[in-house]
């Protein structure tokens, strides 16, 4: 339901329209995997994984990353507007300010696991450079 709001931005008969949307396109079996793909929403998992790659220092490993997110035919601005709200989720995990975090309440455990892992000094290069 957080993808389908989401992608709504906040507009009530938009969100019932695309929910409906979706019921039509999965035959009334919505799961996560089904909204994304019938929305053509990224999955928020490629965010973790470029935030390990960050991590790990695997530049080149990020870079292969960010040219599949590109094949898949995702724009690069709104990847990295995504990355932004990422690291805002995961500052917000880190902190425990877990209600203001905007990817949806199933990946709250990964924000506070991933955002404990990291430091400050982290972040603030990091969210500068995005």
Known sequence: ???????????????????????????????????????NVLDYEYYFRLTDCFLENKVSDALLLFNDV???????????????????????GRTGDIAFAGSGSEHTPTLSGTGAEMSATFFVPGYEAV
């Open 70 to 92: 590109l094949n898949k035919g995702f724009d690069g601005s709104h990847f990295i507007t995504g990355l932004s709200s990422h690291f805002r989720d995961l500052w917000s």
């Open 1 to 39: 339901m957080n993808v389908i709001a989401l992608k709504a931005d906040g507009g009530m008969r938009d969100a019932l329209s695309i929910f409906d949307q979706v019921v039509s396109f999965t035959g009334g079996n919505i799961t996560y995997k089904s909204v994304i793909e019938n929305l």
